[in-house]
């Protein structure tokens, strides 16, 4: 089992900046990759950015350039710095890990961009 916390959501304004954290803890040997999703209200969980064990990152295009994921293994911790935050990024933010073909999700984190 692995167990993920996430940390960091909040109120921020339009063009400002949120880093979000997720702590992996439990059986985390040979997690795959960990990433972010988000689910706005009425709509569907969608992918923000994940990252490998080796370092490969990804975005979805609404994030890119604007959104950065990083790690660090020996905390067993992922990132989201988020700049140039929109009123569209306003969800609840997932961390999910990746392991041996199980998703584990946490519980989420609220993100609210508005002036």
């Known amino acids: 089992q692995v167990q993920v916390v996430e940390s960091g959501g909040g109120l921020a304004q339009p063009g400002g900046s949120l880093r979000l954290s997720c702590a992996a803890s439990?059986?985390?040997?040979?997690?795959?990759?960990m990433g972010w999703y988000r689910q706005a209200p009425g709509k569907q969980r969608e992918l923000v950015a994940t990252i490998t064990s080796g370092g490969t990152t990804k975005y979805a295009d609404t994030v890119k350039g604007r959104f950065t994921i990083s790690r660090d293994n020996a905390k067993s911790t992922v990132y989201l710095q988020m700049n140039s935050l929109k009123p569209e990024d306003t969800a609840v933010y997932y961390c999910?890990?990746?392991?041996?073909?199980?998703?584990?999700w946490g519980k989420g984190t609220l993100v609210t961009v508005s002036s």
């Open positions: 439990g059986s985390i040997v040979s997690i795959n990759a």
């Open positions: 999910n890990a990746a392991r041996g073909g199980m998703n584990y």
